[in-house]
């Protein structure tokens, strides 16, 4: 079937149509959603199922995005035809209905009508026909209007960046340092694993030291969020993709800011977070309100230790590894390492029901797996539990500041499971007994028994 020359007329306008391959299914609504979505938190798979894809289609898109959205969020200004108002045109033309009917249904003009009719038409057949998908397509295509990026431009701009970033380090007279032989794998270094050694300047520190060393070339700026777009987005072909390994990161892809903010235990809600806390235990005048945490050692050993806000006296809990540790563990079985939820938990019983009930009013620690009883450790005890934020230890600095003073007796990299229930005992009485200037040169031994025998004679002076 030959061409007729009213379609040789419309492809001469439109000039020759480079194949992009099949239209997607997704519409520009469903990566709205999908990226918005993914803007407060969500996961690639839970974005792609509340955008009404499949989540092999989510984290396509996350990947080739570099983990931020190519497409602006805003809605779209209404000078542009929507997906709506395209489908209206299909209908309509489909009923051969006139284009300056049309036009006049959707408040437009002809020629607008016309122009679209024209050049996103579906031109894969010997027909010309006009579809909805396809047109948004063809439209969405050409707006994109993709630049070179300056990196690509520039090379000089291209190897002072590279250099700074992934250049070979090396010894003061010179000689370089290659460091461990790392192969690229497509995706973040494992834990405990070599990293790849180079000069490793953040893009923030390139982009500022530019303007320094070329303060009147305008040529040799550059921001340094280009940098990372030219590391992470796939397609800009200023950067290799394996740079991203010379980041402090070394993430392969970006992460969005609400997706880390996230991150807390699920066993964590908001009504137990430290600004829940009684105002009582943040200026330090009512005892009774404890930091607690873990000091680890060699072979997954520990100390949990606990500290009271107001006097700073410490407990130690000795926590000894459970039968079978070392054997394959059982799937979805306790923690053997001894510093499991339920073996804290019963340690942390033990020790705070010794003490009277005026001074077992709450318990600050991390965000730790250790602590995932808590509902149960408060039944037990009575004890209010409230966790700090993440990453935020400056929020028991009590406990820090004694975990420091614990590394005197039990030093990183030795075995913490060795220690006796008496040897815990023993250094806890020796930190109890040192003068602290913060208690006026008084012992936290004394400090406690001074506010114990208080609440002895409070409580003989009040009974009738």
């Given amino acids: 079937m030959g061409v007729t ?3 040789r007329a419309i492809r001469a306008m439109r000039g020759q149509m480079w194949s992009p391959g099949r239209p997607s299914s997704a519409q520009r609504e469903d990566r709205i959603r999908f990226w918005e979505a993914v803007a407060r938190g969500a996961s690639s798979e839970a974005a792609a199922i509340e955008a009404g894809v499949s989540p092999p289609f ?6 080739q995005a570099g983990g931020m959205s190519p497409i602006s969020l805003a809605p779209l200004s209404g000078r542009y035809l929507s997906f709506a108002e395209r489908e209206e045109i299909a209908i309509w033309n489909a009923q051969h209905l006139g284009v300056r009917k049309i036009a006049g249904r959707l408040s437009r003009s002809p020629s607008t009508v016309s122009r679209e009719l024209r050049r996103n038409a579906s031109t894969r057949s010997s027909a010309v026909e006009y579809r909805a998908t396809t047109a948004q397509w063809h439209a969405e295509r050409r707006a994109s209007r993709p630049r070179v990026s300056k990196l690509a431009a520039n090379d000089a701009l291209r190897a002072y960046v590279q250099e700074r970033l992934a250049g070979t380090i090396a010894r003061p007279d010179g000689e370089l340092v290659p460091g461990p032989a790392v192969r690229w794998i497509g995706r973040r270094h494992g834990r405990r694993q070599d990293r ?6 953040s893009p923030e520190q390139i982009a500022n030291r530019l303007r320094v060393d070329f303060p009147h070339d305008e ?9 990372y777009q030219a590391l992470y987005v796939q397609g800009r072909g200023a950067l290799r993709r394996e740079l991203v390994s010379c980041l402090r990161t070394g993430r392969a892809l970006r992460v969005p800011r609400a997706r880390t903010q996230g991150r807390g235990k699920k066993f964590v809600t908001p009504e137990i977070m430290i600004s829940e806390r009684p105002a009582e235990a943040d200026d330090r005048a009512v005892p009774g309100h404890w930091e607690g945490d873990l000091i680890l050692g060699l072979n997954s050993s520990a100390i949990g230790t606990l500290v009271e806000r107001t006097t700073r006296f410490t407990m130690l809990l000795r926590l000894p590894r459970m039968e079978g540790h070392g054997e394959p563990r059982t799937h979805n079985g306790p923690a053997l390492a001894g510093h499991g939820a339920e073996a804290v938990r019963d340690a942390i019983t033990s020790s705070i029901m010794t003490l009277p009930q005026q001074l077992r009013r709450s318990l600050t620690w991390d965000q730790g797996t250790e602590m995932a009883q808590h509902a ?8 209010a539990i ?5 990453h935020s230890p400056w929020q028991r600095g009590t406990n820090e500041n004694t975990n420091g003073l614990l590394r005197q007796y039990f030093p990183k990299g ?3 499971s060795r220690h006796s229930v008496s040897d815990l005992e023993a250094v806890a ?15 936290p031994a004394e400090a406690l028994d001074d506010h114990l025998c208080s609440l002895q004679q409070g409580g003989v002076a009040t009974t009738p």
């Fill in 196 to 201: 790849r050694w180079a000069r490793s300047w």
């Fill in 219 to 227: 040529t040799m700026h550059i921001s340094h969020e280009a940098i």
């Fill in 414 to 416: 030795t075995d913490l």
């Fill in 5 to 7: 020359k009213r379609q």
């Fill in 429 to 443: 009485a020796a930190l109890n007994s040192r003068p602290r200037k913060t208690l006026g040169w008084k012992t």
């Fill in 376 to 383: 149960q450790l408060r039944i037990d005890t009575g004890v």
């Fill in 386 to 390: 409230y966790f700090c934020d993440p």
């Fill in 58 to 63: 989510g984290s396509r898109w996350f990947r």
